[in-house]
């Protein structure tokens, strides 16, 4: 493994590691977060993520919303405002860059981030493992699903049905769709070249993809200003942020794989 021992900037790449890299053919990308912070919006589990005093982790829960709902509507159409009024920052930019360099079949973004941010800068081959902030469905599953936009005309909202609303996002404790967790670990699995960006690498299923790339013989780079649980793992380690490390991250790589 490769350390990152220059302040800002890459880290040095070895032969080894360019070798690999340079042979890389399926690439995919795993992004959370943090790859949003510069974009203004907060993270989960950084000093911005807490929300008025509230953790985020007992919000996003079934148990939370049927407890409250209209303290969680309240935290996502706060959410919703600050995503609103975002833009993409340059690491949303330099993946869509990646996707469009390679091709939506040799390049797969798996995020677990709901504000499509990704999507916004471009990006249009990804898979949204927890949803999207956008989208609402009925809290009792009748089926409808729907876009919803500020400002909400009642907190909570109600589905057509008489029911109330939830955003169509997976909370803590619930299934992931089951066909996008499994395109995601097939784009794990068969990935020479993983990027994890802006995550934590603590919420499961997602943080276990970067061990299915590496179990399959795959290359993965770290980019966090913080160490992880997944940093002793990595083949390279890019401390500092995406917004800044990503591009020139995604410069080489993009010339390395062709
Ligand atoms: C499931 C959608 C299976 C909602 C989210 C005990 C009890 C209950 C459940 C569990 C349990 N133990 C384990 C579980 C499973 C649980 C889990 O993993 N819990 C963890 C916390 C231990 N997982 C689940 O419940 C999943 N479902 O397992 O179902 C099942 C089986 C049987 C029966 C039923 C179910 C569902 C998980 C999905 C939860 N939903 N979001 C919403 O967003 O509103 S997850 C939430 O956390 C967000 O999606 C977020 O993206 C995600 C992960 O966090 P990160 O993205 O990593 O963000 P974080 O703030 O943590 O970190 C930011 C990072 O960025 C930091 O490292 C920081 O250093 C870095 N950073 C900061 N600035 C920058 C930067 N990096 C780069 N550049 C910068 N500028
Ligand atoms: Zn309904």
């Given at each position: 493994m490769t350390t990152d021992d220059t302040a800002g900037g890459l880290p040095p790449i070895d032969d080894e590691l360019a070798g690999r890299l340079s042979a890389a053919r399926q690439v995919a990308a795993l992004t959370g977060a943090g790859v949003s912070a510069a974009s203004g919006i907060p993270t989960f589990r950084g000093p911005g993520g807490h929300w008025r005093g509230r953790d985020p982790m007992t919000l996003a829960t079934p148990q939370g919303f049927a407890a409250d709902p209209k303290l969680v509507w309240d935290w996502y159409a706060w959410r919703r405002e600050l995503i609103d009024a975002a833009s993409p920052n340059p690491a949303h930019q330099a993946l869509a860059a990646l996707e469009e360099r390679l091709g939506p079949e040799r390049f797969t973004l798996i995020t677990q981030?709901?504000?499509g941010l990704h999507r916004r800068a471009?990006?249009?081959?990804?898979?949204?493992?927890?949803?999207?902030?956008t989208r609402a469905k009925c809290a009792v599953e009748c089926g409808r699903r729907w876009d919803w936009t500020l400002p909400?005309?009642?907190?909570?909202p109600r589905c057509e049905c008489g029911n109330l609303a939830r955003p169509a996002v997976v909370w803590f404790g619930e299934m992931l769709d089951m066909d996008v967790i499994h395109q995601a670990q097939q784009a794990a699995a068969t990935a020479d070249l993983l990027l994890v960006a802006g995550?934590?690498?603590?919420?499961?299923p997602a943080a276990s993809l970067p061990l299915v790339t590496r179990h399959a013989g795959g290359l993965v780079i770290e980019v966090n200003p913080e160490e992880t649980p997944l940093s002793a793992l990595v083949d390279l380690r890019v401390a500092g942020p995406a917004d800044e490390l990503l591009p020139e991250l995604i410069e080489m790589v993009g010339t390395a794989v062709g």
């Open positions: 981030n709901v504000d471009g990006s249009s081959h990804i898979l949204e493992l927890h949803g999207a902030i909400l005309d009642e907190i909570p995550t934590s690498a603590v919420v499961e």
